[in-house]
């Protein structure tokens, strides 16, 4: 069992910048994929970040693409979402996951078998 627990939502105005955290309670965690995910009022989950086990691969949803960054720290069981020039479509609460059964990066929510509790990012416009 992984326990996955996000910090770091709030609100911001647009253009401001956050930095999500999700610490995970087992040191296995450096052997697993990671991802962030978001959902909006009324829309479906959708992805915005991945990273492989090394940190050495990410991926980005187009829509976060050159505006946030995923990064991970092991010795610290954490992984990060820095999020910059934030606008109101990122309005979400967003959901970092873990998938222990692969090293590699994934965007497809299934894939992912451990998720956090979600923290509220509001952007005000």
């Known amino acids: 069992q992984v326990q996955l627990v996000e910090s770091g939502g709030g609100l911001v105005q647009a253009g401001g910048s956050l930095r999500l955290s999700c610490v995970a309670s087992r040191r296995t965690f450096s052997s697993y994929a990671m991802g962030w995910f978001r959902q909006a009022p009324g829309k479906e989950r959708e992805f915005v970040a991945t990273i492989d086990w090394s940190g050495a691969s990410t991926d980005y949803a187009d829509s976060v693409k050159g505006r946030f960054t995923i990064s991970r720290d092991n010795a610290k069981n954490t992984v990060y979402l820095q999020m910059n020039s934030l606008k109101p479509e990122d309005t979400a609460v967003y959901y970092c996951?873990?998938?222990?059964?692969?090293?590699?990066?994934?965007?497809?929510?299934?894939?992912?078998?451990?998720w956090g509790q979600g923290t509220q990012v509001t952007v005000s416009s």
């Open positions: 996951a873990a998938d222990p059964s692969s090293r590699y990066t994934s965007y497809l929510a299934h894939e992912y078998y451990y």
